[in-house]
């Protein structure tokens, strides 16, 4: 079983065990987090597409830390009059881990 779900604009394909990082949600560490714009989901043959989104469909995660992104560093420079700067930037991120995608009871789609 796995589902595709929309989260800070991005979407990502899970299944139970993945983690993602997304960005910062203010849940504490070890908190449940409940993802509900689940666009498709796959339960062994059935198939359940939403338009945009599958009713009663929800992914449930944990909070499992609160992190710092990758460093991106970013240079500016204008030629010919002596001026540059550096500017650095670490995204906060929340790890999250999914624990289980439950499925509403509506007919699938083939």
Known sequence: MYAIVEVGGRQWKVESGTHLDIN??????????TLEHVLFARQEEQVHIGHPYVPNAQVVCEVLEHRLGPKV???????????RKTVGHRQPLTRLVVKEIKIGSMAPRQ
Do not use: D, I, L, P
């Open 24 to 33: 910062r949600v203010s849940f504490e560490v070890g908190a449940r987090h």
């Open 73 to 83: 560093v970013s240079y500016h420079y204008r030629r010919r009059e002596n001026w």
